[in-house]
């Protein structure tokens, strides 16, 4: 099993608070021989006959020497993720989280805007103090 970010849970509660029930912790994610562990799974029913949203949650910290770096490692994970996703459990969305501190940071530097337009990545901005959602970004 992987170790848990720093974040994790902050993020758990976050997500609960925000009318998500956690599924998975870890999702377990099986392709071929290889298991890979997303952070969280979670559901969230629309309404008492429709079936719900599903998610995963990537999260991420950013607490690395160079955020550049943390960005690469980030974009990097998310899109292999993702992509085994979208083959094994296509009607779950892949999300990454970030600390709103990171979102205002790095995520909003010019350099990074570009590589986050392409990845086309929902992003899930938590106040990591307040155990919150921030905002949902698709």
């Not at 562990?37 to 690395?64: N, P, S």
């Amino acid at each position: 099993m992987p170790a848990r970010d720093t974040f994790h849970e902050a993020v758990r509660e976050a997500l609960i608070a925000d009318g998500w029930t956690i599924t998975h912790d870890p999702y377990r994610l099986a392709y071929g021989l290889r298991n890979v562990y997303v952070d969280l799974g979670a559901e969230r029913t629309l309404g008492a006959e429709r079936a719900g949203e599903r998610i995963a949650v990537e999260i991420k910290c950013f607490l690395g020497a160079s955020d550049l770096h943390d960005l690469y490692d980030a974009v990097g994970q998310f899109f292999s993720y993702r992509t085994w996703l979208e083959e094994t459990d296509p009607g779950r969305t892949l999300v990454l989280a970030v600390p709103v501190s990171t979102y205002e940071s790095t995520f909003s530097e010019p350099i990074a805007r570009p590589i986050l337009r392409a990845l086309k990545a929902p992003l899930l901005v938590f106040d990591q103090q307040a155990r919150r959602v921030n905002r949902w970004l698709t």
